[in-house]
């Protein structure tokens, strides 16, 4: 039987954590309104390269303007927090 690893902890592993960013945008039709939209995926800090590889493609395909962005990153967890595990053993 092959074991296969979720991926999103596998992400975790390397390095990756939880990223939300609430982005805050002008609605194309009305720029007097301003909307939201939450974004949540697993990057890397500082950098969040995939927070900016989804804004790049925003600016570029989208017609709201971005007003502001703002993000929060937690890791959950780190290579240092699991144990592996070679048997189950079950009770009764």
């Given at each position: 039987?092959?074991?296969?690893?979720?991926?999103?902890f596998?992400?975790?592993?390397e390095?990756?954590?939880?990223?939300?960013?609430?982005i805050?945008?002008?609605?194309?039709?009305?720029?007097?309104?301003?909307?939201?939209?939450?974004?949540?995926?697993?990057?890397?800090?500082?950098?969040f390269?995939?927070?900016?590889?989804?804004?790049?493609?925003?600016?570029?395909?989208?017609?709201?303007?971005?007003?502001?962005?703002?993000?929060?990153?937690k890791?959950?967890?780190?290579?240092?927090e699991w144990?592996?595990?070679?048997?189950?053993?079950?009770?009764?």
């Open positions: 039987m092959e074991r296969q690893v979720d991926v999103a596998a992400r975790q592993l390095g990756y954590g939880l990223t939300t960013a609430n805050l945008y002008r609605m194309p039709d009305h720029p007097a309104i301003l909307q939201a939209f939450v974004w949540q995926d697993y990057d890397l800090a500082p950098k390269p995939e927070l900016e590889r989804f804004l790049d493609f925003w600016n570029r395909e989208l017609d709201g303007p971005i007003v502001k962005v703002e993000v929060a990153h890791r959950l967890v780190g290579p240092n144990t592996a595990v070679n048997g189950l053993y079950r009770m009764h």
